[in-house]
């Protein structure tokens, strides 16, 4: 009989741009995978139940709670963290923002909310404070009252997102396959 608690999977996947292959239990989450084997700690756990919106990555360019998938669900696919928006000490136009307009506090929720922002502008490039605040309605943050967060999305938005556009060019559209 077959140990399910100690059988491994392999779990292949593409993290930022590098691809990454590990053995992994079957119920690791992709948060706790982040965490833990590569050592992403950007990525946060919150609620563990989906709600704060403290573990969003982007998965084939999708805005994802990390925590409610698990890792080998995650095979084959293009997982980006928070990790992924600096080039080295070099801040996204987004990341820029953020600290331009104040929009973080204890930083906590931040690459939650970095991540979903990334998502809504990449596939809506110009979109306005409505589209913004309904988007971010799904990260929780209890230290900005969120205006400062929508205004430093809202700025990029507005004209920074040329340059941002183009460190995301390589990020796939949801259900696209290369």
């Known amino acids: 009989m077959t140990d399910v608690a100690t059988e491994l999977l392999t779990v292949d996947l593409t993290v930022n741009g590098e691809r990454v292959e590990r053995a992994v239990q079957p119920r690791i989450s992709l948060a706790d995978f982040l965490r833990d084997e590569l050592q992403l700690t950007g990525t946060k756990l919150g609620c563990e139940h989906g709600v704060c919106g403290a573990c969003t990555v982007i998965v084939d360019g999708a805005a994802v709670r990390s925590c409610l998938m698990l890792a080998v669900q995650a095979g084959g696919c293009d ?73 430093a999305i809202a700025e990029v938005a507005d004209g920074g997102l040329r340059a941002m556009a183009a460190g995301l060019a390589e990020v796939p559209r949801p259900g696209a396959r290369p």
């Open 79 to 151: 997982v980006r963290t928070v990790e992924s928006l600096a080039s080295g000490p070099q801040l996204s136009p987004l990341q820029e923002a953020f600290h331009r307009h104040h929009a973080l506090q204890c930083g906590f929720c931040t690459g939650g909310v970095l991540m979903t922002a990334t998502a809504l502008l990449h596939h809506n490039p110009s979109a306005g404070k409505d589209e913004i605040r309904e988007a971010l309605s799904a990260n929780l943050c209890r230290c900005t009252g969120y205006q400062t967060i929508i205004d």
